[in-house]
C-alpha cells in the first residue's frame, strides 16, 4: 500500500510541474517566484488561503513550486509525562501552485519520520491527544512513526469573478510501532475534505460559506516478544493497561487474547468566511465549527461480533480575523485566532455512563511588521496568548485545571549583497506565565498513572516558563528567479516554580528542552 501511495504523489508532483511550466514562463515566473518568496509575512499570508481556500487565488501565487528537506531534534527533561524523553525526525515536502485559465491549483505532498526516545504510558498517535481511549504502560518505549500527506486546494471563478467555488482534501496514512515490550503498533488513516462557494455582495465585500466532512481510522496493538513479560503475576514496567479517561486505570490485560482496538471517525462541520477589502487594508475572518466522533471497538472478525468500548464526541469551534496592509516597502499584518474545545465520552460497559470530560480554550493576539529596502530586509513579530485547559475523570475523581499566559517576540535582519546573496540572523524570545491551576485526587483512588503521569502533569503545567532562540540562514538567489536557502534554529526552554506537591510522583521532570532545526528549501 506504502509503495502504491509513493508512486501516486510523486505523479501529481511531476503532473503539477508540467502544468506549470505550459501555463507560465519566461518574465511572469521570475515575477511570481519573486513575489511568493519575498518576506515571511508572505508565507503566513499563503499558509493561510490554504486553510481557507475561499481566498486561494487572491493569496496564492500564480505560479510557484517549492521542496523542502528538513531535520529536526528535541531532547531534555523539561517534557511532558507522556512525551519522549528525545526526538529526532526528517521531512520531505513538495509544493506548488498552477492557474489554468480561471481556475488556481495548489498541492502538496509530505512525508516525516520520526524516532522517539522514551515513552511511556502512550501507546497512542501524536495528533489525537485529548483520546479517552488507549493502551499504556509505565516501562519506556522506543517509538518509530512514520506518516506520509497529500494535500490539494482548487477554486474557480465565474461572472468575471462574482462568485468562486472552492475546496479541497487532506489525505493521510500513518505507521507508528515500538520495538521493546510491550510492542505497539498504529497504523492510521485520515480523510478530511470541504467544499464552498462565496458571493461578492459589494465592490469590497465577499462572504463564503464551507462545507466540511472527513473520517479516519487508527488501529492499535500491543504484543510481546518475550512471552515471560506477559505472565508476569508480578507488577512491572512491561504490564499494560487500558486508561480510560484520566486517570482510570483498567486491570491489565496481559492474559486476554484481544490486546487490539480500533477507532473510528467521523468529521463533520461548516465554515462561514467574509473579507472586506479597503484602502487601509485587506480583513479577512472566519467562523467555523466540527463535531467530530469517535468509537472505540472490537471488531472480533472470527467471531462475527464487535464488542463496543467508548464512545467519544469531541467538538470544535474556531475564530479567526486577519488584517493585511502593504505600503510600498513596507508590509503589517494582525492576527487573533481563539479555538473552543469540548470533549465528552460515553462508556459501553458501564451503561454508556459519563466517564471523562476535556475542555480546552486557547487562542493568540499577534503583531507583525517587516520593511525591505535595497540593502536590508526586518521583521519584527509580537504575541500574546491564553490557554486554559481541563481534564475530568469521573471514574477516580481526578481534575486538572490549569490557565497560562504566554508571551512572544521574534525579530530577523537580512543583508542583500550585490551578488542576489541573502545573510539572516534572527532573535527570539518566549515566556510562559502559569496564572492558576487547581487538581484533586482522593488519595484512596491513587494508582499508577497518577504516580507515572498525573503528578508529572501538575508539575509541568505548574511551572512558569522562558528561554528563546537564535537563527541562521542564507539564500542564493539563481537565474530565473530560482533560489537555494538554508536555515539553522537553536531554541532553549527553562523551566521554574515547580512548587511543592505532597504525592509521590515517580516520573521527577527536569528544568530545560532544547530544539534544533535545519532547513533546505529550494524554489523554481
Known amino acids: 500500500m506504502k509503495n502504491s501511495i509513493q508512486f501516486v504523489m510523486c505523479l501529481l508532483i511531476v503532473g503539477i510541474s508540467q502544468l506549470q511550466a505550459k501555463v507560465i514562463s519566461g518574465q511572469d515566473t521570475l515575477k511570481y517566484i519573486q513575489y511568493i518568496d519575498q518576506d515571511s509575512l508572505q508565507l503566513r499570508l499563503r499558509q493561510f488561503a490554504v486553510d481557507n481556500p475561499m481566498w486561494l487565488e487572491k493569496l496564492v501565487p500564480v505560479r510557484y513550486s517549492l521542496i523542502r528537506m528538513g531535520y529536526n531534534s528535541v531532547s531534555g527533561e523539561y517534557r511532558r509525562a507522556q512525551e519522549a524523553q ?20 495548489w498541492g502538496r505532498f509530505n512525508y516525516n519520520r520520526s524516532i522517539e526516545d522514551s515513552t511511556r ?11 479517552p481511549w488507549y493502551f499504556g504502560s509505565y516501562g519506556y518505549n522506543h517509538y518509530e512513526r512514520t506518516t506520509y500527506r497529500i494535500q490539494a486546494r482548487g477554486q474557480r471563478s465565474f461572472a468575471a469573478g462574482k462568485y468562486d467555488v472552492f475546496g479541497g482534501f487532506d489525505y493521510q496514512v500513518g505507521s507508528h510501532f515500538s520495538n521493546n515490550d510491550p510492542r505497539g503498533s498504529i497504523d492510521v488513516i485520515q480523510f478530511n475534505s470541504s467544499l464552498g462557494g462565496s458571493l461578492r455582495i459589494a465592490p469590497s465585500w465577499r462572504i463564503g460559506l464551507e462545507g466540511k466532512y472527513g473520517y479516519g481510522q487508527e488501529n492499535v496493538e500491543i504484543a510481546y516478544k518475550n512471552s515471560n513479560s506477559a505472565s508476569s503475576a508480578v507488577e512491572s514496567p512491561y504490564m499494560n493497561y487500558i486508561i480510560r479517561g484520566y486517570g482510570w486505570k483498567v486491570g491489565d490485560w496481559l492474559t486476554e487474547k484481544s490486546m487490539f482496538y480500533q477507532n473510528d471517525m467521523q468529521r463533520l462541520g461548516g465554515k462561514l468566511n467574509f473579507s472586506w477589502n479597503s484602502t487601509f487594508g485587506d480583513f479577512y475572518g472566519n467562523v467555523a465549527y466540527q463535531h467530530e466522533q469517535q468509537k472505540y471497538r472490537q471488531v472480533l472478525r472470527n467471531e462475527s461480533r464487535i464488542n463496543e468500548l467508548s464512545l467519544y464526541n469531541l467538538n470544535k469551534l474556531d475564530y479567526t480575523l486577519l488584517w493585511s496592509l502593504a505600503r510600498v516597502n513596507r508590509r503589517y499584518m494582525a492576527s487573533f485566532v481563539w479555538s473552543d474545545q469540548r470533549g465528552k465520552d460515553h462508556v459501553a460497559e458501564s451503561a454508556n455512563a459519563q466517564n471523562y470530560v476535556y475542555q480546552n480554550d486557547n487562542g493568540k493576539l499577534e503583531l507583525s511588521y517587516l520593511v525591505a529596502q535595497k540593502k536590508w530586509k526586518q521583521y519584527y513579530s509580537a504575541l500574546i496568548g491564553l490557554q486554559n485547559e481541563v481534564r475530568r475523570d469521573g471514574g477516580t475523581g481526578t481534575t486538572l485545571d490549569y490557565d497560562q499566559l504566554n508571551y512572544g517576540f521574534s525579530t530577523t535582519w537580512a543583508y542583500c549583497t550585490s551578488t542576489n546573496q541573502e545573510i539572516e540572523f534572527g532573535l527570539g524570545g518566549f515566556v510562559r506565565n502559569t496564572i492558576g491551576l487547581s487538581w484533586s485526587l482522593p488519595a484512596i483512588n491513587e494508582n499508577v498513572f497518577h504516580q507515572y503521569v498525573f503528578y508529572h502533569d501538575i508539575l509541568y503545567n505548574r511551572a512558569n516558563l522562558y528561554g528563546g532562540n537564535v537563527k541562521l540562514g542564507f539564500k542564493q538567489r539563481l537565474r530565473k528567479g530560482n533560489f537555494i536557502h538554508v536555515v539553522a534554529d537553536y531554541g532553549y526552554r527553562k523551566a521554574d516554580g515547580f512548587g511543592e506537591l505532597e504525592r509521590t510522583n515517580l516520573a521527577p521532570l527536569g528544568t530545560d528542552r532544547k530544539q534544533f532545526n535545519l532547513m533546505l528549501s529550494y524554489g523554481f
Open 86 to 105: 528525545a526526538v529526532k525526525g526528517l521531512n520531505f515536502s513538495s509544493e506548488g501552485a498552477v492557474t489554468i485559465k480561471d481556475v488556481r491549483l
Open 121 to 131: 504510558f502512550a501507546h497512542q498517535t501524536r495528533e489525537n491527544t485529548s483520546t
